[in-house]
């Protein structure tokens, strides 16, 4: 996970930085896991919390042609079966024609640990690869280790992560959403997606991502255009081998980015089912 990252970053001549050097260098002020509380016997949910310096700005998961995907390692931390990162709704950045989607001032990523033994304590070893940008793109590479106790976590601690998990982006449904349909034409080098969801407006300038579950296919960052209550959103898909495939609409995992709320939403029928 980090090797991929690294060639992706070396590609874009980018050098890596000692991590946490001064904050000038790289824009990262601080980072840290926090602790939270267990959700039930076998979770705990604790948060990882990255603060930026003024002007600076992290990633999302799909960040954009520009952006870089945050890739976090738990190798070696002990007690933990399994770690799965939630993701607060993001910002979409539209500088000099490129567009990127993530964070600026401080950001708190949910983390949901399941404990191998519940009766035992929570030893995190994380290593965090970033992407932090200003008007250049510095990847840091974070360690951080902390030993995980709900009884530790402050008030304060608690209370970043429920916000975050409340900013999350919302069902579809929740929001309206009637129906998402979507058409796959070949190209020469894959496809071109068009998705129709049928749904309220969010209000500002709606941008649709649309994911693919396999992170070897390139997905171009998309163009949108709403109709009354219908958003289309429209994009490419590039897989490694540059030439057209089956695509199966099922596994598209479909986010709609708003004016300070987004909703998501799995799959998309043809347009002639």
């Known amino acids: 996970m980090i090797s991929r990252l690294s060639r992706i970053l070396a590609t874009l001549g980018l050098i890596t930085m000692p991590a946490l050097a001064p ?11 926090i602790p939270g509380w267990k959700s039930d016997p076998n ?33 070696g931390s002990g007690n933990i079966a399994s770690a799965r990162i939630r993701w607060p709704r993001p910002n ?11 964070y600026s ?7 949901e640990l399941t404990m191998v033994d519940p009766s035992r304590p929570v030893n995190v070893h994380a290593e965090a690869l970033l992407g932090v940008c200003e008007s250049i793109c510095v990847p840091v590479d974070v360690k951080l280790t902390r030993t995980l106790d709900t009884e530790q976590a402050t008030p304060a601690e608690v209370q970043a992560i429920r916000e975050a998990l409340a900013d999350m982006p919302k069902p579809g449904a929740a929001h309206g959403l009637r129906s998402t349909t979507c058409t ?3 190209i020469r080098d894959g496809l071109k997606l068009r998705v129709d969801l049928q749904m309220p407006p969010l209000g500002g300038n709606e941008v649709g991502v649309i994911e693919m579950p396999d992170k070897d ?10 109709t009354g209550d219908t958003l ?23 986010t709609v980015l708003g004016d300070g709320q987004a909703i998501e939403t799995y799959g998309c029928t043809g347009s002639s089912d």
Do not use: C
């Open 217 to 226: 296919i390139w997905v171009s960052d998309s163009t949108n255009h709403r």
């Open 23 to 33: 904050a000038q260098d790289h824009g990262l002020t601080s980072a840290s896991i």
């Open 43 to 75: 979770t705990m949910i604790a948060g990882l919390r990255l603060t930026l310096a003024p002007g600076w700005k992290t990633y999302w998961r799909a960040p954009g042609d520009a952006g870089i995907p945050p890739q976090i390692s738990w190798a």
């Open 232 to 254: 289309t959103v429209e994009t490419e898909l590039v897989p490694p081998g540059a030439k057209p495939f089956g695509l199966d609409r099922s596994k598209l995992r479909i």
């Open 92 to 102: 979409v950045y539209e500088t000099r024609d490129m567009r990127t989607i993530g």
């Open 184 to 186: 796959a034409e070949p």
């Open 105 to 111: 001032h401080e950001v708190v990523f949910p983390i």
